[in-house]
């Protein structure tokens, strides 16, 4: 059982930085896609990041030139760092991770944490 958590949300003003990270602990798989997404109330919840075991990495549009995903393997912890913020970035952030899929579609991903919330302000 793979466990995700969390951590490094807050409320800043547009144009300043977050970096979120995720921590994950017992999963034995060879290779796993690990991802961000962020859900507003209302909405769907929306792919922002990920990245794959070969350290290949995606980023919806709206956040290219802005955030950057990574991972430490040495330290089992993926991260988002999150420059330029804007107030559309406001939401509830979740790191998820997949052994076989590694997209977008968050319905896709097997493993999730309990999210940590941004709050951007204008």
């Known amino acids: 059982q793979v466990h995700l958590m969390e951590s490094g949300g807050g409320s800043v003003e547009a144009g300043g930085s977050l970096r979120l990270s995720c921590a994950a602990s017992?999963?034995?798989?060879?290779?796993?896609?690990m991802g961000w997404f962020r859900q507003v109330p209302g909405k769907e919840r929306e792919g922002v990041a990920t990245?794959?075991?070969?350290?290949?990495?995606t980023y919806t549009d709206s956040v290219k030139g802005r955030f950057t995903i990574s991972k430490d393997n040495a330290k089992d912890t993926l991260y988002l760092q999150m420059n330029t913020l804007k107030s559309e970035d406001t939401g509830m952030y979740y790191c998820?991770?997949?052994?076989?899929?590694?997209?977008?579609?968050?319905?896709?991903?097997?493993?999730w944490g309990l999210g940590t919330q941004v709050a951007v302000s204008s």
């Open positions: 990245i794959d075991s070969d350290g290949s990495t």
């Open positions: 998820a991770a997949d052994p076989r899929y590694c997209g977008f579609l968050w319905l896709q991903y097997k493993y």
């Open positions: 017992g999963y034995t798989y060879s290779s796993i896609c």
